[in-house]
């Protein structure tokens, strides 16, 4: 039932500058949603982007979402050294009931 | 204003013996949920419970017992662990199935 996939897996950035991950997904969905999972501890809620929004802003983050391409992308600004995490994107499973499929994500290192 | 817990943060035990892991959430959420992490796979949702005395299979849930008598609290039971159940266990809860999902610390098993 795998649905969204993040690429890249890693991603290893100097502090300051910009961090892009994106998120690749196969049947139509009504939201898509990113989570951060800091190491040793549970997923937390980032952003929630519906079907009929395009972008999205929170903060240091921007989430983009193309229906179209069925792709949804994660920004974030100015990266720091707090955002060393691992990234991942939620969508509806594809087999039986509706429910949240998480990828495998990406793993953000922020270097100082 | 504890949100949701997971108990114990930590255990050991041995193939063949019987574990319960507890989470208990203090929203009221009507859904609750628990996954398991493994390097190479992700999150995977193990069962899933829309409210009290309502449950149902997620996607890996052989080996796995849970129960739900009140909304707030949801126990998975490893009824004769083995190993390959090592993993780190997420419980998590939500208002509704396709909505923000709130996580709980996790809890780390180890199976001998």
């Known amino acids: 039932s795998q649905q969204g996939e993040e690429d890249p897996q890693a991603l290893s950035i100097q502090e300051g500058e910009n961090a892009t991950m994106n998120c690749s997904y196969k049947t139509s969905i009504n939201n898509l949603q990113w989570y951060r999972q800091n190491s040793g501890r549970g997923l937390v809620h980032l952003i929630l982007?519906?079907?009929?929004?395009r972008e999205k802003h929170s903060g240091r983050l921007r989430v983009t979402l193309d229906t179209s391409k069925k792709s949804s992308s994660l920004l974030i600004t100015a990266s720091r050294a707090a955002d060393t995490a691992s990234y991942f994107c939620a969508t509806p499973s594809i087999q039986g009931a509706q429910k949240l499929v998480f990828g495998q994500g990406t793993r953000l290192t922020i270097n100082p | 204003d504890a949100g949701i817990t997971q108990s114990p943060r930590y255990k050991i035990t041995e193939t063949g013996r019987q574990v319960t892991l507890m989470c208990h959430q203090t929203w009221s959420h009507s859904y609750m949920f628990w996954y398991r992490q493994d390097l190479g796979h992700g999150l995977r949702l193990i069962y899933y419970s829309a409210a009290a005395d309502i449950t149902d299979k997620g996607e890996v849930p052989d080996g796995y017992v849970v129960s739900r008598s009140k909304t707030e609290n949801f126990p998975l039971t490893l009824e004769s662990a083995t190993r390959s159940q090592t993993s780190v266990y997420f419980c998590?809860?939500?208002?509704?199935?396709?909505?923000?999902?709130?996580f709980g610390p996790g809890t780390r098993l180890l199976v001998l």
């Open positions: 998590a809860s939500s208002e509704s199935l396709m909505q923000t999902q709130y």
């Open positions: 982007i519906r079907s009929n929004e």
